[in-house]
């Protein structure tokens, strides 16, 4: 089956002076870098209206640049029997609570063994929807709910809704400090200008708008239990925004300080909180309009054993330092 292509971006001024090959790749990052510079070579894109056939051309700030392709159907994606927590499912979607580990779609270094190529396993007819029917991600060490469509058509209404913020995602996270009250963060996140693979908050003009709301569900001596809900959806967008306002979350080895030390911990605290496996976040909870019925539909998922193990070694540091506080 062939699929069509039909994306659009506005350059941003990190972005300028990169050749354009390399810039779409970054922010279309379900595409290859050889495959968007095919769709260049063979006149597939433009910049302001004009069509370009050079990988290499370096892109400006404020220039649009459009591509308009197919492609067949991805052979690289086997179907695999992995199996799928699946919290509610009907003709037109699957709602799954994903365990940490399990990736979502192949990328680079990671070609198999995730929730695609499941997909394509148990609901063959999604080899005809484009990515299986995935329409948001989660982070690999993310847990929590996922929707999938199983045809276009739902495919086409639940990307539609996401983007107008009208799907709610909620998430619990424990993060590093005390905290006192919720807030907004209401900061732009674009690709680290040193470390290319990983996001940061960056002046505006250089990112895309990114908003994350977040409350305050229990607090511990040196860390914070909270409730986050997602405006946007960009790529490790709460991982990036607690670490932007110094409460990074625990077991976050990419954007928090895995090694940091809290004043007046016992050794096997400070071992565990060192040695937990991943970023200790969860999608708990999904509001969306079903895409076709139109029916309102609410879905929950507890946090998982790994989290409350993780609650109760935060409340017995708490029970055993009752006078102590560590804001950060």
């Known amino acids: 089956m062939v699929q069509n292509v039909n994306l659009e ?41 004009q069509v370009v056939t050079l990988p290499r051309m370096e892109v400006s700030e404020g220039q649009k640049v459009v591509i308009n392709a197919q492609i067949e159907d991805d052979t690289r ?29 192949p990328g680079a270094g990671c070609h198999d063994g995730t929730v695609l190529n499941a997909m394509l396993f148990h ?40 983007s107008r913020h009208e799907v709610v995602r909620e998430y619990e996270a424990f993060v590093c400090g005390h905290m006192t009250a919720g807030g907004v963060v209401d900061e732009p996140i674009g690709r680290h200008p040193k470390i290319r693979t990983c996001m940061a908050v960056v002046p505006e003009g250089y990112g895309k708008e990114a908003v994350t709301h977040y409350r305050v569900l229990e607090k ?21 925004h607690m670490a932007y306002i110094n409460h990074s979350l625990i077991g976050d080895q990419q954007y ?22 991943r970023q200790a976040l969860h999608a708990v909870k999904l509001e969306l309009e079903h895409p076709v019925s139109g029916e309102k ?23 055993a330092h009752p006078d102590e506080i560590v804001w950060s």
Do not use: C
Request: aromatic fraction near 6%; proline fraction near 5%; charge should be negative.
């Open 220 to 240: 511990f001596r040196a860390h914070t239990r909270l409730r986050l809900r997602l405006e946007t959806g960009r790529t490790h967008q709460i991982r990036v």
């Open 123 to 162: 609901y063959p007819q999604t080899q005809n929807v484009p990515r299986a029917g995935i329409v948001h991600r989660l982070d690999k060490d993310t847990s929590g709910l996922m929707v999938i469509a199983k045809n276009v058509e739902a495919q086409n209404r639940l990307v539609r809704d996401i």
């Open 77 to 105: 994606f086997e179907p695999q029997d992995i199996p799928l927590n699946i919290v509610y499912e009907d003709d037109d979607i699957l709602v799954i609570n994903k365990p940490a580990g399990l990736v979502v779609h």
């Open 256 to 277: 928090g300080d895995p090694g940091r030390m809290i004043r007046s911990a016992s050794k096997e605290f400070s071992r565990y909180l060192a040695t937990f496996p």
């Open 9 to 49: 971006t506005t350059i941003n001024v990190s972005d300028h002076g990169r050749r354009l090959d390399q810039t779409l790749s970054l922010i279309f990052e379900d595409y290859s870098r050889s495959r968007i510079k095919s769709w260049i070579e063979a006149g597939l894109v433009t910049v302001d209206g």
């Open 297 to 319: 539909l609410q879905f929950e998922a507890p946090i998982p054993d790994d989290m409350l193990d993780l609650l109760e070694h935060l409340r017995e540091d708490t029970q």
